[in-house]
């Protein structure tokens, strides 16, 4: 990467849009305004809107939003949403008991 | 695209980013370069939000006491956002007996300090936090401490500095510093990049460490991963923070629920790495569940909270434990803020702010004598020191 990134483009007045109201991530709630409002507050990495917003960090771990809010962001900052880099999958890849994650004595827990 | 400003902030963490806010705040040009593609991504990002004085060495305790008598209660309203700050008590808990005498011993060096912390017993400890196990033999208590979500601390004290003006660069991959007349002047990037300043201040963790060795100046500090995880959301049970004598595990529940635990397998210094510190750290199979079963230990009815996330981060472990938040000397205009040894998070607004005073070259609100980089003496001089 030898391109730096400026984070201080002082793109043009937040202008509300008419499905600002419209949930993205529906297990935290949160809508298409808040996460165009967050792009234009300066979060331009999908994992700044994440961390910034709890986007994709519930119970569904963003199966169902992160398509969707890579498209917004993008809109938002003028690129395609393949240039953007997506958040970092962590495991487990499905959710696992305490008992059963700490168990190394075998067997079924 | 600008290149010269009056403070130039290398990293984004939570340091760099507080530094940067209160410099706007007092209407000085700052501008910050981060190496990452994301803003506070290192350590910042990845800790386990423990907001706390009981535990830190007596050198550290009065600025970190400073900023959560006078800057945590207020910071949210400061920055316009919601950092989760909660301020319900610190548990730190032991099984056994010399697990006691050690909790006592830094119960009674951080009372020299002025702290308010106490020894109570399991029965005492199981008022505060029903939770407890059986094996809880007691604790040390300190009311003032506490938690908040690093995620959006960081992050806020980032936005909060860019409505002020200050620029931030991601990126922007700084390989070293070049003096002028004998003062830190410019910081060249790994593309050619030139940006120039009459301050530079450095608080790019581990890699601060490279950074500086251009100039000429060395910290004795070594790359430490350091490991988290985070349960589903769970109905609310308790607020303290908490964390053990053992040093087994350390957590909290968070305003949404879920229970984020740190802990360690115990090889935390001997991850493979590549210096560079952007990378996400390789997550060891042995972490998690070993965190787990220290937490069951203490909290049985936790055995069925499910896991759905865990992650590493870097943290830059100084020689004697504690942080160089300093001017330099020999470099005139250079200042320096790194190895704050896996608990730098909860005094992030305080560093911020004295660093933004060191710049502008008035007092810190806490005398940082004790933290200068120049500390640290060959070991035949710091035993006669002691004796
Ligand atoms: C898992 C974990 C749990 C923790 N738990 C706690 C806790 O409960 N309480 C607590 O107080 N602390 C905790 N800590 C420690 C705390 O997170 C750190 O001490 C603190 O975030 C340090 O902030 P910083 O700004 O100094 O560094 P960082 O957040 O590491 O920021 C340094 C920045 O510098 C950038 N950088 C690096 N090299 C370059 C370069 N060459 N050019 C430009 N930029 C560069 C990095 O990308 C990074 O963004 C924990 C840490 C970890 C990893």
Known sequence: ?109 | MKTTSDVLIIGSGINGSAAAYYLAKSGVDVTVLEGASVIGGGGSSRNGGGVRQSGRDSRELPYVMWGIENLWPTLSEELDADTEYTQKGNLRLGKTQAHLDKLAQLAQSAGKVGLDVRMIDAMEAREINPYLSEEVAGASWCPTDGHANPLKTTLAFYRAARRLGARFYTNAIVERIEKVHGRARKVVLKNGMVFEADCIIVAAGYASRKIVNSVGIDVPMDLKVSETLVTETQPHMFDQMLGTAAADFYGHQTKDGSFVFGGSAGYDQFVRHDETTFSTPPASSLHGPCICRAVTGYFPSLEHAKIIRCWGGWTDLCADGVPVISPVDEVPGLILACAFTGHGFGSGPVVGLMLAQMARGEETVVDLSALRYDRFAAKDKKNKKAA
């Open chain 1, 1 to 109: 990467m030898t391109q730096i990134t400026d984070r201080s483009m002082r793109t043009a007045a937040f202008k509300p849009e008419a499905d600002d109201d419209m949930l993205i991530c529906r297990c935290e709630e949160i809508t298409k305004g808040e996460i165009r409002r967050a792009v234009y507050e300066g979060m331009y990495e999908i994992t700044e809107i994440r961390r910034w917003l709890r986007v994709g960090m519930g119970l569904c771990q963003g199966q169902t939003c992160t398509k969707l809010v890579q498209r917004i962001v993008a809109k938002e900052l003028g690129v395609s949403p393949a240039q953007l880099e997506s958040a970092a999958a962590r495991g487990p890849v499905r959710p696992i008991e305490m008992a059963c994650m700490g168990n190394e004595k075998g067997g079924v827990c």
